[in-house]
């Protein structure tokens, strides 16, 4: 289990995340709870392309954005603006079943991965995003996050 207040600091502190969006899903309800203004700029969206479009908009601002999605809504969003115009994203989802994305992803959260297997998993897609431009997925496991 990882701590998502120290979760949130190294995506924010080490990573330089800034603006996050996104729609509330109960899964992510320990990374909400742990959400500050002295770390990042939270605007909550009222669905998928919304929230897309608004972590498309910081990053034209030179910041990096992150949006939270179920895989629901994931599915939804047309990524072909992100792709096309090669605006990369970070988002954080909650991994429900076996699906296909149209982009990077990285799981995490069995019973042998540590709070270290998180951090390598962003350094990972952080470095993805910096050499293609394109958004990558950080699925987790409902419960990894206290």
């Known amino acids: 289990m990882v701590k998502a207040k120290e979760f949130l600091q190294f995506l924010c502190s080490e990573l330089e995340y800034r603006f996050f969006s996104?729609?509330?899903?109960?899964?992510?309800?320990?990374?909400?709870d742990n959400m500050t203004r002295e770390l990042m700029h939270y605007v909550p969206a009222a669905n998928e392309n919304?929230?897309?479009?608004?972590?498309?908009?910081a990053w034209v601002s030179r910041f990096k954005a992150c949006v939270l999605l179920s895989l629901e809504h994931i599915l939804k969003v047309d990524?072909?603006?992100?792709q096309s115009r090669k605006i990369p994203v970070l988002v954080l989802s909650c991994f429900t079943g076996n699906v296909s994305v149209p982009f990077s992803s990285v799981f995490?959260?069995?019973?042998t991965e540590y709070e270290y297997d998180i951090k390598s998993a962003l350094w990972h897609l952080d470095d993805i995003m910096e050499n293609t431009s394109l958004p990558t997925i950080l699925f987790f496991k409902e419960g990894v996050f206290k």
């Open 22 to 32: 996104g729609i509330p899903f109960i899964e992510a309800k320990p990374i909400y």
């Open 50 to 57: 919304i929230a897309v479009s608004m972590a498309n908009g």
């Open 79 to 82: 990524w072909s603006f992100n």
């Open 108 to 111: 995490v959260g069995s019973e």
